[in-house]
Every structure is written in C-alpha cells, then in structure tokens.
C-alpha cells in the first residue's frame, strides 16, 4: 500500500520524485517600499494529513530535504531585521472580515496584541501579508501609525511573497512587554501555484496543491503555511532549503498556539448562499436568518490601494473548469445589484497548534452518527458511501479508544476532483466520490476516527494516536508486516532530523516537537514501541483512562501507562519522550548456539545466545527472533545506550538464523538486522 502524505509536502514528494527520474534524465528579497498612513474604515494548514489519511510514507521534512537546492543570494538589508520579526508572539486575536466572494475579495480588521519574546528591545514591527492582500491602516496603542511597506521573498505564503508592514515605535518594546494593534487590510485572493512552479514543479501538481481563493461556492483560506490572510510576524524561509519551510510553520503554530481568537465574518452575496463556516477547525452555522435588502459594507473592500490583479489568469483553473463542467457564473453586479447577506460568528476560542483556517462553502449537509459531510451541491450521491466506509471502519476504533467519541468527524467536500486534501483537527476537506474505495478512503477514516475517539492538547499524543489507528487498519487489512514497513518508509527521513549527540544538539523532545516528522512520525512509532513492550490491552485501557482535561503534567500518560501494565517506563519516556536522544544505532555482535541434551526425551534443545551493541545514547527495546528450519521463537531485549546486551534462549531444532528489529524500533541506518546463527567454537 503507497500512502502518501497530502498538501504541500505530497506536491513537493512528487515533484522530487519527477526530477529524480529525470536526472536519470532563492531568491532575493524585494525592496518595494512606500510609505502609508491610511484612514480607519471600521466605524485560508502538514496540515498536511495523509494521502489516505494514513501514516506518511515521507514527511514533508523529508520531502524537502531531498528537493533539489535552490540557490538562493544574500538577503538584502530590509526595513525590519529577522530578529525583529520573530521576537513578537500574538497572545490575542479578534477578526472582522467583510467577504465578497463574487469578486474574490475581502477586507479585514484585526485587533491583536503582540508581545516582545526576545531578549531586546524592538524598535520596529513587521506585520505580513499574502502578497494579494495589502495594508490599509494599523493602529498601535489606540493611535493611527505611520508605516513602510515592502515584498519579501517568502514560501510561507502560495504566491511565494508577503506583504510587510513596519511600524517604527516612538517607544522602543522592551522585553516581556506586549503591544496592542489594530490592523484593516483588504485585496483579492485567487489560486496562485507561484512558489511551486518557480521551483519547476509541474503545473497540474502545483495547481492541484495549491487551491486556496476566494469563490462564491467555496472560498478556502489555509492559513499559515498557504495563505497568509491574518497579520504574522515571521522570518521569510523558502522551499528547497531542507526543511527550514516546514520547520518555520511548525514553529509559528507552537508559538502562537495559546493564543486566544474570536472572528465575526460577514458575507455578500448574490445567488450563492453560503450555508456553512469552518473557522479554525470548528464547524459554525450561519447568525440567524439574514436581512433580504441592499446592504451597505461597513469595510470598502474595493479601495482605490487595491493592486490591479489579473482575475482572468490567476483564477483560470477554475474558470477552465467550471466552463468544462457547465457551472454557470455568479449573477454580475451589473444584472443584480441586491445584495444580501449572512454571517458567521467564532466565539473566543484557544488557537491551538493551528494555522488558523478560514473556510465558507454553499452546500448541502447530511448526517449519520458521529458522522457530518457537507458536499457541493452537484456532488450530492457521494455522501452515502463515505458514511458506508465510516460504519465499517468505526469498530476497528472503538476496542482501542472506547466506544463513545468525544467529537463528530467531518468530511468537507473540495471543489474539483484533482484538489489535493487537508486536514485540521476533526474536519477533513477532500474530493467526495461516488467511486471511493475501501482501500484508499478507510485508512483516512481510520485517521480521522482517531482524532474523534481521542483529543489530547499534547501535539504529539493527539497526532500520534491517529496515525496510529492508521497504522492499524493497515495490520488489520494487509497485515502486520505492510503495517512496520508503513513506519519503516519515514526512518530515513527522521534519522536525517535526529540528533547525532544530545549533549551538542538537543534535538527535538515530544513534549515540544514543531516539525511533523517528530509529532507525527516519531511518535507513531513511539505508541507502537509501547504496544510491544505493554502489549495491546494495556495501551488500550491507558489511552481510554486519558482525560485530556487531566493532563497538566508530561508524564501523565507515562502514569496511565505504568498503572495499566504494572511496567516501569520511565527508561522509555525518559530517552524517547520527555528528551531527544537521537536513535538507536545497533548491531549484531555475534549469535551462535550449542545443543543441550534433553534428559525426557531422545531429542536436543538448542541454546541460543545472541549479543547486540547499542552505540547510540538511545536506549531500546526491539524484537529478537531466532528461526529454524521447523520453529522460531520471539524475545525482546532491552540495549540501553553505549551498552552491549546478551539473549539466551531455547529452541527444539537446529538454529539457521536470528533477526535483530523488525523495523519497528526506528535506528539510525537500518531497523532490521538479519545474521545466520553459528556453532559455538
């Protein structure tokens, strides 16, 4: 089973792949300044989940490590310096969004309050933009601000630029202090494949990754990540060099993952309702019944700063598309100039490790137990095979998680069939088809029922225990060994991410992981270490006893755990959870046997002894099996770091060999190593 991971990083993946078969076959920032002190008007993430939804063949950090370099020149001296832009952390953010969707447009107010997490006192502010949007006016304390204006380079964004906005303080930010702001800004944001295509994807691939814009039945704003529609203060990274890109987004979710957001969102429009928001990973219904009457915006969305934008080329995709699919246009402003109007409201609610998602659809919602999918309107028979698949995999779940969900799972159907998904918390968009297989729909499934059955505010408990049913399926459908070599395809990629030595580089612990790789990968290959060394049930009983609610401490599964098995784990959580100590690197030292003379009967016994290295600073407990002609028998064997650790054990007919890991325990180079068993000398 090939299961690849979605978004962007699948893009880059495919691309990588391409020009690796070929073979067999950055760029500055721009200066773009102007000055601004405009006038008050107030009176769209690796998350990348699965191709399937199942454990990523390749993580997006490996995807990128293995992009071909692009050469990039020194930065230019800018208005803000990078240590400038990463100081500032928003603990608050309150939106009011004024959206047009029959013009692709919108305009925003943002009330935010900043705060200075360097060691320095901050003598500017850079707030960034989606290249498509630009600044209207910024308020800093109460007072209008005078500001500078400027493009960066930046792969944070789809159109591979950012808008930067750089306030200078009359009074320096000193450390610890926060700020408050008040930001308006408007544009037009149509699909952009910029950042991809410059790096030579192909553009079906780019386009199909890329889908974020404003339209009448589908308007898709990812966030950070793919479309910068909120302020953000963040050093510009781009693709191609490692995995700085995807470690950058990691990093901004970590950091700004306590903050509180509330949004109020407003909506023209003229034939196309919208019935349904997805704001921040949360599904909102519409304010009440809205008003049949002109309507006029209390945010001009069309200002006279609006870059003129190329509608017609950017947006020929869809244009293409809908023409080939015989969608008919939303009714001009020309022919129907009654607007109305319906609104959204996200009460206060904690950003968590979010990129902060901004979706409205028109669509037709239908509903089974613990299940919701909304689908476009011409796409209404897909729906019952999706709630099929839900029902058969649903069992599967419930031995591990318990049998009553915490949350709904929610399938949102994108716009056209080739639209790559993307998941956030509990909601999954993705093409709805009548033609969904069981093979390629259920390991998503059994994904995103994780994510239902189990919610936990550690990243890599809530991550890891998903994939994990994921891996699951896979053991269930086509077996235990399809399921290790699911986990084996990421070691490359986290043995490059790892540490080579914890006391030079820390690494990257669990507990505070900001790259996929680690709160995905490693720690779906944590949850499986666990299950063999507790066995099934206990890990069962453990993630069934957690309460999220409960766990103000790292080591509180650690407790669960130990309580259900009655095993000591702290060696494990110490080295694998709580600290980064790289991996494994084992090798076999030597395994030979002697006979044994059997006493009750005429035959032999075989004593076996197998000696393992560890010369990593991980400790470890993997699998050995010894084999012969007739039998084999399974032990495991605890190698601390830096230790060498011998096995003995009993076999009723000749040894021919010893396997060392299955591929379960992720080491530095190979995680299954294979010897013939010897006579003792």
Known sequence: MNCLQYGLGFVLFLFAAVSSLAQSSGANNQNNSSTGNGQVLFSRGDNSTTADGSAAATSASQRSMILPKVPVAPAKAMLATDAERASLT???????????????????QARMVGRNNGDKPLEHIALQLSSLLHWDSIQVDGKPAKFETETVDSDIDHTGELTEAVVKLGTPLGPGASIRMNAIYSGTVVPSAERLLRLGAPAKIANSSEWDAINPNFTALRGFGNAIWIPVSTVPVLLGQGPEMFDSVGKWKLSESSAEVTMHVLVEYLDVKPTVAFLNGTVVQPDGQSPQKPVEATVSST???????????????????????????????????????????????????????????????????????????????????????????RPMIEPWLGAHPKRTVVLVDLPYADDLPFEQSNILFLPLTTHAADDSVGPGMAHMLGHAYFVSPRVWLNEGVAQFMTLLWIEQRAGISTAIGQMDSHRAALAIAETSDPGVNPGQSLIEAWSDI????????????????????????????YVPEDDHEPSYFQTLLQKTSNKDLEWFFDDWVYRDTGLPDLHIVSAYWRPILNKNTSGKNYLVSVDVQNDSFCAAEVPVTVSSAFSSQTRELLIPAHTRSALRMLLDSKPAQVVVNDGSVPEVESSRHEQAVVPAQ
């Open 90 to 108: 928003y603990s608050s953010y309150n939106f009011e969004v004024h959206l047009e969707p029959s013009r692709h447009s919108m305009a925003v």
């Open 518 to 545: 680690y709160y995905r990968d490693k720690a779906t290959d944590v949850l499986w270490m666990l299950r063999n060394i507790v066995g099934d049930e206990a890990l069962g009983k453990a993630l069934q006893a």
């Open 303 to 393: 200002s006279a700063k609006t870059p003129a934008l190329s509608e017609k080329s950017a947006n020929a995709r869809y244009e293409a598309k809908e023409a080939a699919e015989g969608a008919t246009a939303p009714t001009s402003m020309a022919g129907n100039t009654i607007l109305q109007v319906v609104s959204f409201t996200l009460p206060s609610t904690r950003l968590g490790f979010s990129p902060l998602s901004f979706f409205v659809m028109s669509g037709m919602q239908e509903t089974a137990p613990g299940l919701e999918i909304y689908s476009q309107a011409n796409n209404k028979g897909a729906a019952s095979t999706y709630q099929t698949l839900f029902t058969q995999t």
